[in-house]
Nanobody
Framework: QVQLVESGGGLAQAGGSLRLSCEAS????????MGWFRQAPGKEREFVAA????????EYAPSVKGRFTISRENPNNMLYLQMNSLKPEDTGVYYC?????????????????WGQGTQVTVSV
């Protein structure tokens, strides 16, 4: 069983930055492809970014590419999302997700494990 705990959310002004963290409780964390998703109020959850378990390749949603950076720290079972140049439309609950031996995928159905989420609010 994999447990994921997000942290680092909060309130930021437009143009500002936040760094989200996700700690995974699992023995072989390096074998999991990890992803970030978000859900804005009244909208469906959507893909943000993912990082491959093998080699660290990544993929981003077009709306965040060039502003957000996903990274991982395998020895400490950590996943990060550095968010720069924040916009009000980045507001939402951010979730991390995991799939063992998974390819880099934007499809929610491909992920087996999910955290509880952390709230990000960006003000104008």
């Amino acid at each position: 069983q994999v447990q994921l705990v997000e942290s680092g959310g909060g309130l930021a002004q437009a143009g500002g930055s936040l760094r989200l963290s996700c700690e995974a409780s699992v023995r072989d964390y390096s074998l999991y492809t990890m992803g970030w998703f978000r859900q804005a109020p009244g909208k469906e959850r959507e893909f943000v970014a993912a990082i491959y378990w093998k080699g660290g390749g990544s993929e981003y949603a077009p709306s965040v590419k060039g502003r957000f950076t996903i990274s991982r720290e395998n020895p400490n079972n950590m996943l990060y999302l550095q968010m720069n140049s924040l916009k009000p439309e980045d507001t939402g609950v951010y979730y991390c997700a995991a799939i063992r031996f998974g390819s880099v995928t934007a499809a929610q159905r491909d992920y087996d494990y999910w955290g509880q989420g952390t709230q990000v609010t960006v003000s104008v």
